[in-house]
């Protein structure tokens, strides 16, 4: 028996692609479900049982037999969020990072506004503290991803989104590593729907710095970004 949201999102779906992270992964999926009923853990591959974790804490599981990257699960989430009727679809990290008050705050955001993607920003508030040297690095991203989209965000690799249905109809991923981060802005962008950008807190742990937090993987970003 699982406990039902006591604010119930029926129309919004939360998708939350999963790489062996079945140490943390049943542990958010529950949190996420104190608000969201409709959760899909897209499971990429892993070989640590993180499928069966999220499936104990009540998300619906898709997997994929090899791993095939972010933005594939990503696509693959969104595809299966839709095909259940989602009027909203929501991202969301299984590493623990992200706030589930966050995510809330977004969706009501985007339903009162008239809002077809709302971006989380760590950037727009102090509350974040990412660390200098990061913080450079993710903020030259953010340059790099507004000047090949032409959009003016403020933190451009943050995987905390909320897209209504018919922006996310519009998403077609195909860069599979963290270049998909900045093909996603630009796909929304092309839809010219009504979007914002709105602050969050992301949470870094030693265990999601450990899981691809890294300073080091900020610098892989930034190489995806340059290449592709």
Known sequence: MHAMPTTAHEDTWVVIP???EATVVADV???VRTHFPHVVVVDDGSRDGSAEAAASAGAEVVVHPINLGQGAALQTGLAYALGRGAAYVVTFDADGQHRIEDAVSM???AKGEGLAIVFGSRFLDGRTRPGWLKSVVLRTAVWVTNK?????????????????SDAARQIHLEQDRMAHASEIVLQLHRTRLPWAEH???IHYTEYSRGKGQ??????????DLLIH
């Not at 090949?148 to 905390?160: I, R």
Request: proline share 3%; glycine share 6%.
């Open 148 to 164: 090949s989209t032409g959009m003016s965000l403020t933190d451009a690799h943050n995987g905390l989104r909320v897209i209504r």
């Open 199 to 201: 602050p969050v807190h």
């Open 107 to 109: 969706v009501d955001r």
């Open 29 to 31: 999926v529950a949190t």
């Open 18 to 20: 999963t790489f062996n």
């Open 214 to 223: 890294s300073l080091w993987n900020s610098v892989n970003i930034l190489v």
